[in-house]
């Protein structure tokens, strides 16, 4: 762009006006931050040559615009404006507009009524206004007011600004509320509370976030994991405090989703003077990315930065560009940062993706279930339709899904999330039974078709998934889960068990009670119960732990019994055993007439682990029992006749 700068009569009323004319375009040339097109602008732009044009004047940042704040205005409070300054009196007329924060008034001060008889150049003028708040952006403690002439005006006396306001604090009805926009809408609360919402203050800071004293917020927590908070309702309740400045440490962007920056989640613009910054890590073998999905900042005032690893700008972005749909990429980190300036203005701000990316010539061993994976993040969450982030150009990655002992791999792609690039040698996502890419192919596919869910087979139970993209188109690139599936344990049949039979695969676990008169192991063991696992032991191999043939249940002993006037030994044994006892002379079972004199005792099980001999030996009828003597009258005795049993 060049200036043409004219010196005939015809085009200025005045020598004077043409003097500066000159002088602000001079000046406009000077200030302004690329080139238009002069070859000796030193010569204009030194000041030597401005002191040769015979004045001491200098540009103020109007036209652009002239900024104050006034504190604690709400709905009804009265501003007064007066602006005063020495101007060239060619310039003495000039409206000087201002327009309150958001937008909310616009109009113009006046300038004051000047003598046309007035020789001098330069004169001393004034401009005023009185204007009514009616709209004010309750959530903000302060206004901002802008100031602008219509076009350059120069100075040769600083101006100054007198500011009357009748805004007043208004009184609170928030508990714990210290200042309040109106009386039910909190913007700073006691000290000793934090702020929750505008309606709210609360005592305590809840998990995850760490109290902040200077501004009587709730801040994140850098020392617990974002991992599991990359959930928008979440980041949406707290963003206010994390966007008040600096989040400590780093944020870890796993497969399972994206991060959504966003610089205003809970408000129409953003605020003024905020420092926001992210720091991201990737997950591992996994490079970071940043797609844009809604740019719009102050040009030249608000900026939004990303950075790589290494510290490099990658963007330094501000108006409306970069645009939506615009990706960056980073290996292991990222950073990312947001600066406003002093004045409101109405912007809504950036949100943008944070997704991991796969990074060529990388192989990833995977072995937990569930474990995603894929080329990139996919469609990012919170994108508008048809912003992807999208996965690296030329890029080789390959993961091998490598179970654990018992188990064997299956790979099951998202149909929401697969789009390659469709041609005869473009983007390609490529599934091998095994532990390479050599053998064993199972399937091979583009476009946006997901493969079949594949199952390993093979000896090792695992599967290698291979993707490769060429140089030209990117697209969102696919996602996929690892899930491990068990393998079987032989069927086993169980003795002397309430459970008949063990059956299942790798995690299944089976409790067994013994039987009654059974314990595990036997003998004197009261253990009855015993919790048998099909347990991985190998490559595809799974067998129950304990080993049931080792580790079962075995008849409980009987408790050891001498039986009275029996020539046999202490009865001894386990259940079901029999023993059988021979009584003593002069002794049968049951006794009196009886000539049994032999009795079988079964060790019989109780209830649980424990067993009695069955029938008693002690007790009851069937034992040894003194026999009857023959009946005998004495002889020349006056007794009665003899009778009774062994040893009366």
Request: overall charge negative.
């Amino acid at each position: 762009q060049y200036w043409v700068l004219s010196s005939s009569p015809e085009d200025c009323s005045s020598e004077q006006e043409m003097k500066y004319l000159v002088l602000s375009l001079l000046l406009a040339v000077c200030t302004a931050s690329q080139s238009f097109g002069l070859d000796d602008k030193a010569q204009y732009c030194s000041e030597g040559n401005q002191t040769k044009l015979n004045t001491a004047v200098f540009f103020l940042d109007l036209p652009r615009r002239h900024s104050f704040t006034i504190e604690h205005c709400t709905s009804g409070s009265i501003v007064n404006l007066f602006f005063e300054a020495q101007v060239p009196k060619i310039f003495a007329q000039e409206p000087l507009a201002f327009s309150l924060s958001g937008g909310s008034i616009s109009s113009a001060l006046i300038p004051k009524a000047l003598d046309d008889g007035i020789p001098a150049e330069e004169v001393s003028q004034s401009w005023s206004g009185t204007f009514k708040i009616t709209n004010p952006f309750l959530h903000k403690e302060s206004l901002s007011i802008k100031l602008a002439f219509e076009r350059p005006v120069p100075f040769v006396k600083n101006p100054t600004l007198q500011l009357q306001h009748e805004c007043a604090q208004v009184q609170c009805d928030v508990t714990n509320c210290e200042e309040c926009a109106l009386s039910t809408h909190c913007t700073r609360c006691t000290a000793g509370y934090f702020f929750q919402s505008h309606t709210a203050c609360i005592a305590s800071c809840p998990n995850g976030t760490i109290p902040n004293l200077l501004h009587r917020q709730c801040d994140h927590d850098p020392s617990t994991s974002m991992t599991h908070r990359l959930d928008n309702h979440y980041l949406n309740r707290h963003r206010r405090a994390i966007c008040s400045g600096t989040v400590a440490g780093s944020v870890s962007v796993t497969p399972t989703g994206s991060y959504l920056i966003n610089t205003n989640p809970s408000q129409t613009y953003y605020q003024i003077n905020m420092v926001c910054t992210w720091t991201f890590t990737a997950p591992t073998s996994y490079a970071l990315g940043l797609a844009i999905a809604k740019f719009s900042t102050e040009l030249s005032y608000d900026y939004f930065y990303v950075y790589n690893s290494a510290g490099t700008t990658l963007v330094s972005g501000s108006g409306t560009s970069p645009a939506a749909g615009t990706a960056y990429y980073s290996a292991t980190s990222m950073s990312a940062k947001f600066t406003s300036d002093g004045l409101y203005a109405d912007y809504t701000g950036v949100q943008a993706n944070v997704y991991f990316a796969c990074i060529s010539g990388t192989t990833l061993t995977l072995s937990a279930n569930n474990s995603y994976f894929g080329s990139n993040g996919g469609l990012a969450t919170g994108s508008p339709a048809g912003v992807f982030v999208k996965y690296f150009a030329s890029t080789t990655c390959t993961w091998i899904l490598s179970p654990p002992f018992g188990f064997r791999s299956r790979v099951t792609f998202d149909p929401a999330n697969f789009y390659l690039e469709n041609c005869g040698t473009c983007d390609f996502v490529y599934v091998y039974e095994g532990t390479s890419t050599a053998t064993g192919l199972l399937s091979t596919t583009q476009g946006t078709s997901p493969p079949a869910t594949q199952t390993s087979t093979g000896a090792t139970g695992s599967l290698t998934v291979y993707f490769k993209s060429d140089s030209s188109v990117q697209y969102s690139g696919f996602r996929a889960t690892m899930t491990i599936v068990p393998v079987a344990c032989t069927t086993t049949s169980l003795s002397n068990s309430l459970t008949t039979s063990l059956t299942g695969s790798t995690g299944t676990a089976i409790p067994t009670t013994c039987s009654n008169g059974f314990s595990i192991g036997g003998g004197a063991s009261t253990a009855s119960t015993q919790t048998y696992t099909c347990t991985g032991t190998a490559v595809v191999t799974s067998s129950w732990v304990p080993d049931p043939a080792s580790t079962n249940c075995q008849p409980v002993n009987c408790p050891a019994t001498t039986p009275p006037n029996s020539v046999s030994p202490q009865l001894t044994g386990v259940t079901s055993n029999p023993r059988t006892i021979t009584c003593s002379d002069g002794y049968a079972i049951g006794g009196g007439s009886s000539t049994t004199i032999t009795q079988l005792y079964t060790c019989t099980a109780g209830t649980g682990p424990f067993s009695n001999w069955s029938p008693s030996p002690t007790t009851g009828t069937q034992r040894c029992l003194p026999v009857n003597c023959p009946a005998t009258t004495a002889s020349n005795s006056a007794s009665a006749q003899l009778t009774g049993v062994t040893n009366d």
